[in-house]
């Protein structure tokens, strides 16, 4: 297993069944790297498509504001 956050689904399946704190730590460390690289594609993608910061919110179930100020500065780095 890599220690760099990037270990694939069975060492993510055996690191957070592990009775080894450090071992488990690992496995919620990839967890929460995969689940931001999602959650910045499919923002990504529903801005693209014309959602708003308000219904993109809404799904994620946080505020607006906190949505707006994670995602925003990527959109306008984007070129056009």
Do not use: C
Not at 43 to 66: F, M, N, P, T
């Amino acid at each position: 297993m890599q220690d760099d956050g990037d270990i694939d689904q069975n060492d993510i399946t055996t690191a957070a069944a592990s009775t080894d704190p450090s071992q488990g730590l690992v496995a919620v460390r990839a967890l929460r790297t995969l689940a931001d690289r999602l959650e910045e594609v499919q923002v990504a993608s529903a801005r693209e498509q014309g959602w708003s910061w308000q219904a993109i919110a809404e799904v994620l179930q946080i505020s607006r504001q906190a949505v707006h100020q994670k995602h925003s500065a990527r959109e306008k780095a984007r070129p056009e």
